[in-house]
């Protein structure tokens, strides 16, 4: 709001000026009459009311980038665990998924990550194909590639 208000008064301001310039100058412009005429503080304030507003839109867009990869991130992680349930069914290892409840309720990852290494081992997934540590996990969510 203060942007808009500094600014429709810069705008009026210097349309001031200009015309003053110009009828000092005897249509020419006149600079000096120009600058005299200028409320630099209020072209100021409206600088720094617009450079408020452009950092503000900014950061709303980085915080917005950050909520879209966090969603992602918690849909690649529910689409993991619930293949993890159907093979599961599948492989007849209940008694080695049950780490997806400890993975959803707690912060006992350490273990959630061995018992996927051993799931990941007993079915034969290549070594270079399984995410060892939180590390290579946290790679892939970002982008990279394992």
Do not use: W
């Amino acid at each position: 709001m203060l942007t808009v208000a500094h600014g429709t008064f810069c705008m009026l301001d210097v349309g001031d000026a200009t015309i003053r310039a110009f009828a000092a100058g005897a249509g020419a412009f006149n600079a000096p009459e120009f600058f005299m005429r200028l409320n630099i503080v209020g072209v100021g304030r409206f600088t720094i009311s617009f450079y408020g507003e452009a950092k503000r839109a900014a950061s709303i867009r980085g915080a917005q980038a950050s909520a879209q990869l966090a969603l992602r991130e918690k849909t690649i992680v529910e689409d993991y665990l619930f293949g993890l349930s159907q093979l599961a069914d599948l492989y007849n290892d209940k008694h080695l998924v049950c780490f997806i409840d400890e993975f959803r309720s707690s912060d006992m990852y350490i273990r959630a990550f061995e018992a996927s290494v051993q799931l990941a081992d007993l079915r034969k997934v290549p070594n270079d194909k399984v995410l060892r540590m939180k590390s290579d996990i946290d790679t892939y969510f970002a982008g990279g590639k394992k």
